[in-house]
């Protein structure tokens, strides 16, 4: 990204563990030099306000959310960035390689982990339903909670997903933008682009 000849004008990258973010500094100083860098260390869903001080007032903003699993991504974090900034948002919605798997876990009334990535607690009242896999109605109520926000979402054929080449889901990227335009380069995208659908 930071090598691209016509690239974004600023990055803000997010990053947890510290170790990461030592190594993530150190690249981006050899591969972006002529652009504006920030790492941000830490919990990215404690550190909205830092995020949004480095967004420039009026700009055109992407987000790439990219969380190993469920956990990380709560969609208070996602109400509050597409709030403040026009923002569109990539993201990548474990679906195989952890709801799925936890669904036993996480369809327990005591469990939270599901309700913060999608927003609400209504998804109890249309689990379980016929023919659809867990994973993926994860998806669409993440996706149902964006169009909320006022995101172009029609159904979980508006994400792309991705298996480990052997047939099994691991996970869905779901783009989700405002402007008809952004949704027209998503289409192109999953269209023109070489898909790499194995895990290795």
């Not at 830490?42 to 992407?62: K, Q, R, Y």
């Not at 990380?72 to 993201?91: C, G, Q, W, Y």
């Not at 996480?106 to 913060?116: A, D, F, L, W």
Request: with cysteine; glycine share 8%.
């Amino acid at each position: 990204m930071l090598g691209l000849p016509t690239g974004f004008t600023h990055h803000i990258f997010c990053e947890l563990d510290p170790s990461n973010a030592a190594a993530l500094r150190i690249r981006a100083e050899k591969t972006g030099a002529n652009r504006h860098v920030v790492v941000i260390e830490g919990d990215t869903n404690e550190n909205v306000d830092a995020i949004l001080s480095h967004v420039p007032e009026g700009s055109l903003t992407f987000c790439f959310a990219d969380p190993f699993s469920l956990a990380p991504l709560r969609f208070a974090t996602i109400k509050r960035l597409a709030a403040e900034r026009r923002m569109d948002f990539l993201v990548l919605l474990a679906t195989g390689m952890d709801a799925a798997r936890n669904e036993p876990t996480y369809t327990q009334p005591s469990k939270q982990r599901v309700s913060e990535t999608v927003g609400h607690d209504e998804w109890r009242k249309r689990w379980p339903q016929p023919n659809i896999r867990f994973g993926d109605f994860v998806a669409n109520e993440f996706g149902r909670s964006m169009a909320g926000l006022g995101y172009h979402y029609t159904g979980l054929a508006d994400t792309q997903e991705i298996d480990n080449g052997k047939n099994a889901p691991i996970y869905r990227l779901a783009f989700f933008s405002r402007h008809p335009l952004g949704d027209d380069f998503w289409k192109k995208c999953r269209r023109t682009a070489d898909p790499n659908r194995r895990l290795f």
